[in-house]
């Protein structure tokens, strides 16, 4: 069975700054999916960026990118210039390859707050 | 696109009664569907897997009996908590995926308290 640690329950950054929060999966697949959402206070969980495990490239989206090392199975998500739309409660997700619509195993999350 | 819907919002019903939660996908046709359950600052439990026409997956220690999963078509998906109590009380979240994507699409979730 899969697992995804992220050790940081809680995280702050002051806004405009830069801060980077970890994720750790333990697989024996070879491909898989990656995800990292955002949870707002109102809770609806929003896609932040996918990572494909076979794709050696590291993710982008705008102000978010991802580091992905495969071998450490380690994927962290870095956001840029920090907002305060950006306090939520990010998560790290992992999906198997091996089924389509398959079911994702979740960390337990980082609560991340942006300081005016 | 990928538009996940779920109704209610929330609801608040009488230890002992039943409730059902709606799950719509709007724009797609979802051929599986997940029920998760969310306790505040905590992560999301999955509590079931559904297909279309199939009985649902449940995962270990959820109640079959008491969580309902019914997935009658490719764009609905509901949950009934039956006979609830206070413990049932929570925050639960539909997701909707398909056959040509290996991407989740979740609800807005749904807020129960039972009194």
């Known amino acids: 069975a899969q697992t995804v640690t992220q050790s940081q329950p809680e995280m702050s950054v002051q806004e405009a700054e830069t801060v980077t929060l970890s994720c750790t999966y333990d697989?024996?697949?070879?491909?898989?999916?990656l995800f990292w959402y955002k949870q707002p206070p109102s809770r609806q969980m929003i896609l932040v960026i996918r990572q494909e495990a076979y794709k050696q490239q590291n993710a982008t989206e705008n102000r978010f990118s991802v580091n992905f090392q495969k071998a450490a199975k380690s994927f962290s998500l870095k956001i840029s210039d920090s907002q305060l739309g950006d306090t939520a409660m990010y998560f790290c997700?992992?999906?198997?390859?091996?089924?389509?619509?398959?079911?994702?195993?979740f960390g337990d999350g980082t609560t991340l707050t942006v300081k005016p | 696109g990928a538009v996940v819907s779920q109704h209610p919002s929330w609801v608040i019903c009488k230890s002992g009664t039943s409730v059902k939660i709606e799950c719509r996908s709007l724009?797609?046709?979802?051929?599986?569907m997940f029920w998760y359950r969310q306790f505040p600052k905590q992560s999301l439990m999955l509590m079931a897997t559904?297909?279309?026409?199939?009985?649902?997956?449940?995962e270990q220690g959820v109640e079959k009996d008491k969580f309902l999963i019914n997935h009658a078509s490719l764009t609905l998906s509901t949950l009934t908590v039956t006979s609830a109590h206070p413990e049932d009380s929570s925050f639960y979240i539909c997701?909707?995926?398909?056959?040509?994507?290996?991407?989740?699409?979740f609800g807005p979730g749904t807020r129960l308290t039972v009194t």
């Open positions: 559904s297909n279309e026409g199939s009985k649902a997956t449940y």
């Open positions: 997700a992992f999906m198997s390859a091996s089924v389509r619509a398959g079911k994702s195993t």
């Open positions: 724009d797609f046709q979802a051929t599986t």
């Open positions: 697989t024996s697949e070879n491909n898989y999916y």
């Open positions: 997701s909707a995926s398909t056959d040509s994507s290996y991407e989740q699409y």
